[in-house]
């Protein structure tokens, strides 16, 4: 029998696969929210709710009734989430724009207890989750940037340009934290995937700090894999070079070059980006 429990394995199969962006959409999907639905998949515990969200999330699935259920059983027992369920949830909220209030207070309240057992990860992403939230959590994300601070050597790109992307989209002034990212990034540049590098060089230019090692470093890795950058890649890349008036032809040819063959498939904030970078 085709169960909640099957559903949200089946659901975390499929937002991990390689295609998801090609059955997102599609009937055997909704199928299977459909059957958590009804089995109610978050009665399993934490690690059932957290895996359902994060899997609506990452299909960019927004099922509203669902996310509502999760959101009110997870409230009555978050003191049972792990800081990685804690942190998988919040993102799942965030990614799908969803601010239930008294849920975002008690996952705040609880990570602070429990900071101290965050990993790398967890704390990239609920930095990154609670900087989407509407009045952002400052006592939260101040804690945050001391763990993250403590834990930058263990962090991985992603890590890194995830919390990066957190504290420069809240416009927060933390230089020793900001300048500890330039320079582990630069450590670890070679593992850097392009996802990591536009959304470095986006953060760093939210901040508004021409760190020139640090985007010599991002251009150098940019020109070897700007086929692997997809568009909104693209764009973001050149809008924050251009923003940051660091002037880069290299970059930016091979950038018109990667980006003519898929501009039909760019969508309107990246066409201003893209059209705004080359216009400075």
């Given at each position: 029998?085709?169960?909640?429990?099957?559903?949200?394995?089946?659901?975390?199969?499929?937002?991990?696969?390689?295609?998801?962006?090609?059955?997102?959409?599609?009937?055997?999907?909704?199928?299977?929210?459909?059957?958590?639905?009804?089995?109610?998949?978050?009665?399993?515990?934490?690690?059932?709710?957290?895996?359902?969200?994060?899997?609506?999330?990452?299909?960019?699935?927004?099922?509203?009734?669902?996310?509502?259920?999760?959101?009110?059983?997870?409230?009555?027992?978050?003191?049972?989430?792990?800081?990685?369920?804690?942190?998988?949830?919040a993102w799942a909220f965030a990614r799908?724009?969803?601010?239930?209030?008294?849920?975002?207070?008690?996952?705040?309240?609880?990570?602070?207890?429990?900071?101290?057992?965050?990993?790398?990860?967890?704390?990239?992403?609920?930095?990154?989750?609670?900087?989407?939230?509407?009045?952002?959590?400052?006592?939260?994300?101040?804690?945050?940037?001391?763990?993250?601070?403590?834990?930058?050597?263990?962090?991985?790109?992603?890590?890194?340009?995830?919390?990066?992307?957190?504290?420069?989209?809240?416009?927060?002034?933390?230089?020793?934290?900001?300048?500890?990212?330039?320079?582990?990034?630069?450590?670890?540049?070679?593992?850097?995937?392009?996802?990591?590098?536009?959304?470095?060089?986006?953060?760093?230019?939210?901040?508004?700090?021409?760190?020139?090692?640090?985007?010599?470093?991002?251009?150098?890795?940019?020109?070897?894999?700007?086929?692997?950058?997809?568009?909104?890649?693209?764009?973001?890349?050149?809008?924050?070079?251009?923003?940051?008036?660091?002037?880069?032809?290299?970059?930016?040819?091979?950038?018109?070059?990667?980006?003519?063959?898929?501009?039909?498939?760019?969508?309107?904030?990246?066409?201003?980006?893209?059209?705004?970078?080359?216009?400075?």
């Open positions: 029998m085709f169960g909640g429990t099957r559903a949200v394995i089946a659901l975390n199969r499929i937002a991990r696969a390689g295609d998801r962006d090609n059955v997102r959409s599609g009937p055997k999907v909704q199928w299977i929210v459909r059957i958590a639905q009804e089995a109610g998949a978050a009665t399993n515990g934490p690690h059932a709710l957290s895996n359902t969200a994060w899997a609506l999330a990452k299909l960019d699935f927004e099922d509203l009734p669902l996310m509502e259920a999760i959101s009110s059983k997870a409230l009555a027992t978050i003191g049972t989430f792990t800081p990685r369920e804690m942190a998988k949830l799908l724009t969803l601010s239930f209030q008294p849920l975002i207070d008690a996952i705040s309240a609880s990570s602070l207890r429990a900071l101290s057992k965050f990993e790398s990860r967890d704390l990239s992403c609920i930095a990154w989750a609670f900087s989407k939230f509407s009045g952002s959590d400052l006592t939260l994300m101040q804690a945050l940037s001391s763990a993250s601070m403590r834990n930058l050597p263990r962090m991985d790109s992603t890590d890194l340009a995830l919390t990066a992307g957190a504290f420069a989209g809240l416009a927060i002034a933390d230089f020793p934290l900001r300048d500890a990212i330039a320079a582990q990034s630069l450590r670890i540049m070679r593992e850097f995937q392009p996802r990591d590098l536009s959304h470095m060089s986006w953060a760093f230019s939210k901040w508004n700090v021409s760190d020139l090692p640090l985007l010599d470093a991002i251009s150098a890795s940019a020109l070897t894999r700007l086929s692997e950058f997809d568009c909104h890649g693209l764009a973001s890349t050149s809008w924050a070079f251009a923003k940051l008036l660091v002037v880069n032809r290299h970059l930016f040819q091979a950038i018109a070059t990667a980006a003519l063959p898929s501009l039909p498939q760019f969508d309107p904030q990246d066409l201003t980006m893209t059209a705004w970078a080359f216009a400075k």
